[in-house]
């Protein structure tokens, strides 16, 4: 079953391929602390999404990495700035369905625990109201079967799933209406290696099949290597360079230099390495 249909029609046409798909700028998030005062997470931001793309964010503890995806999703409002998405202003998107537009996976996935596998993956077209419980039915299964799953899963509930297959039921919702923009937080975390790589292939592959353009936050090297066309750095309340891997390696700031250049991010890089040479 296609749920395009199910889009609301005054979203607009997507970009051509290469063309923004959202554009962030001079972005301040502000958020009040207790006893008063504010802190500052970003401050004069801007970055642009182009379609197709895997854009990933980095930075280190407190810099607003999951601020930006909440502000790219209309959950936070900003304090000064514009957040567009898909042509539009993000609170406008947001008050007329996002989930049509944009599939987000969260951390630890967020599976209604009282809800079956099909049931988590079909809420967001019941809620939307937008095709009858059988279509829904019906599409769930497909995005089921689409992650890696097989049909006697879909009556589990979430406490008899194991990580991994919580990841991919998660995935499966997010992509359930046919978003063309899929952003995800820390996709791998908490995944043992296996099912790690199992998972970014499985991204990999639906990524190129499905054309999504995808905003990724990780702190996983070896899947911010096997997955992004470009990394973008927040460091001083911004994003201080939006690039390929190769191009922000060669960018001097102790933060690039402790996260890629450290002992962890020479491993990553020479496994990648070995896996392109046997490829």
């Keep these: 079953m296609d749920t395009a249909a199910v889009h609301d029609d005054r979203a607009g046409a997507l970009p051509a391929p290469g063309q923004p798909v959202i554009e962030v700028r001079g972005l301040w998030s502000v958020f009040p602390v207790p006893g008063g005062g504010e802190v500052v997470v970003h401050k004069d931001l801007d970055l642009t999404v182009l379609r197709g793309e895997v854009l990933t964010l980095v930075g280190g503890s407190g810099t607003g990495k999951t601020v930006l995806l909440r502000q790219m999703l209309g959950l936070n409002t900003p304090a000064k700035g514009s957040v567009t998405v898909l042509g539009r ?19 630890q996935g967020a599976l209604f625990s009282a809800f079956s596998v099909l049931d988590n993956i079909a809420f967001p077209l019941r809620e939307a109201g937008a095709v009858p419980d059988a279509l829904a039915r019906e599409a769930a299964m497909l995005k089921l079967r689409m992650v890696g799953l097989k049909p006697g899963d879909a009556h589990k509930m979430p406490a008899e799933l194991s990580g991994g ?14 978003p063309p923009l899929l ?10 290696p296996d099912s790690s790589d199992a998972f970014v292939t499985l991204l990999r592959s639906l990524h190129q099949e499905l054309g999504l353009t995808v905003v990724m936050v990780t702190h996983d090297l070896d899947t911010l290597f096997e997955l992004s066309s470009r990394v973008a750095v927040l460091a001083e309340q911004r994003v201080i360079i939006a690039a390929p891997v190769r191009e922000v390696l060669a960018f001097d700031h102790p933060f690039i230099r402790h996260f890629f250049l450290g002992e962890r991010g020479q491993r990553a890089m020479e496994l990648l390495h070995q896996r392109k040479q046997t490829a």
């Excluded at 297959?165 to 046919?178: E, S």
């Design 165 to 178: 297959m919580i990841k991919r039921v998660a995935l499966a919702r997010a992509l359930v209406m046919d």
């Design 183 to 192: 952003m995800l937080d820390e996709p791998t975390a908490g995944l043992d």
């Design 89 to 107: 202003p993000v609170a406008e998107l947001s008050r007329d369905g996002a989930a049509a537009r944009v599939g987000m996976l969260f951390q």
